[in-house]
C-alpha cells in the first residue's frame, strides 16, 4: 500500500528565500508524480506533474525532481514570493490518489 | 487537461438532512474520485466512482452515508445522507484519465452543518 510522507508539516521563509519541499513514498512502482497547491478553504491546483520516466519537471520558479530508486521527490521553489504562501501536496496517482499530509507554507514579507 | 465543474461551490444545511454534490468532467474519464477534507487535515478518499457499477469505498466511509452515482464517464454525484455537524468538511471530486495521466480536481464544496 502506497504510503506518501512531506517534510516539513510548516515552514516559513523571509520573501526572497530559495527553499525546498519533500515528499517521499514507500512504493517505487509509480507511474508519476503530481505536486499540488491548494489555499485556504479552496480546491487544488496542479502544479507539476513527472512522469517516471523523467526525473524533473519545471514550471517558473517550480522545479519538482524525482528520485524513484530513492521514493523521494522535492519541490524547488526559488525567490519566493508572498504569493507562494500556501499548501503544498504531493501524490502519487495510481488506482487511487495518494495524498502527503502536505506542507503549510508561510512567505514572510 | 480536464475541467472539472463542482456544485455547489458551498452550502449550509440542517443536520439530519442531506446535500447532492455534482461533478461534471468537459471530457470522458476513466477513473473519478471523491474526497473529504475535513478542518485543517489533509485529504481523505472517500471512494472510487465506477461507471456502470458499485462504487468502492474506502475503509471508514459506508454507502448508506455517502451514496455515489456515476451514469456516465463525464459525471458523478457524492450525496452526504442525514448530515451530522462532523460531516462539516470541504468535498472534492477528482479525476484521472488513466494510469500515468494527471489527476485534476474541481473546486471544492465547503459544507457546513449546523
Known amino acids: 500500500k502506497q504510503e506518501v510522507t512531506q517534510i516539513p508539516a510548516a515552514l516559513s521563509v523571509p520573501e526572497g528565500e530559495n527553499l525546498v519541499l519533500n515528499c517521499s513514498f514507500t512504493?517505487?512502482?509509480?507511474?508519476?508524480l503530481q505536486w499540488f497547491r491548494q489555499d485556504p478553504g479552496k480546491g487544488l491546483t496542479s502544479l507539476l506533474l513527472i512522469q517516471s520516466s523523467q526525473r524533473e519537471q519545471t514550471s517558473g520558479r517550480l522545479n519538482a525532481s524525482l528520485d524513484k530508486s530513492s521514493g523521494r521527490s522535492t519541490l524547488y521553489i526559488a525567490a519566493s514570493q508572498p504569493g507562494d504562501s500556501a499548501t503544498y501536496l504531493c501524490a502519487a496517482p495510481d488506482d487511487k490518489i495518494i495524498f502527503g499530509k502536505g506542507t503549510r507554507l508561510h512567505i514572510l514579507p | 487537461s480536464a475541467v472539472i465543474s463542482q456544485k455547489p461551490s458551498r452550502d449550509i444545511c440542517q443536520r439530519g438532512t442531506s446535500l447532492t454534490i455534482q461533478c461534471q468532467v468537459d471530457?470522458?474519464?476513466?477513473?473519478m474520485f471523491w474526497y473529504r477534507q475535513q478542518p485543517g487535515q489533509s485529504l481523505t478518499l472517500i471512494a472510487t466512482?465506477?461507471?456502470?457499477?458499485?462504487?468502492?469505498?474506502e475503509s471508514g466511509f459506508v454507502i448508506d452515508k455517502f451514496p455515489i452515482s456515476r451514469p456516465n464517464l463525464t459525471f458523478s454525484t457524492l450525496t452526504v445522507s442525514n448530515m451530522s455537524p462532523e460531516d462539516s468538511s470541504i468535498y472534492l471530486c477528482?479525476?484521472?484519465?488513466?494510469?500515468?495521466?494527471?489527476?485534476?480536481f474541481g473546486q471544492g464544496t465547503r459544507l457546513t452543518v449546523v
Open positions: 471530457s470522458q474519464v476513466t477513473m
Open positions: 512504493d517505487s512502482a509509480i507511474y508519476n
Open positions: 466512482a465506477n461507471q456502470g457499477s458499485e462504487a468502492t469505498y
Open positions: 477528482s479525476v484521472v484519465g488513466g494510469f500515468g495521466t494527471e489527476a485534476f
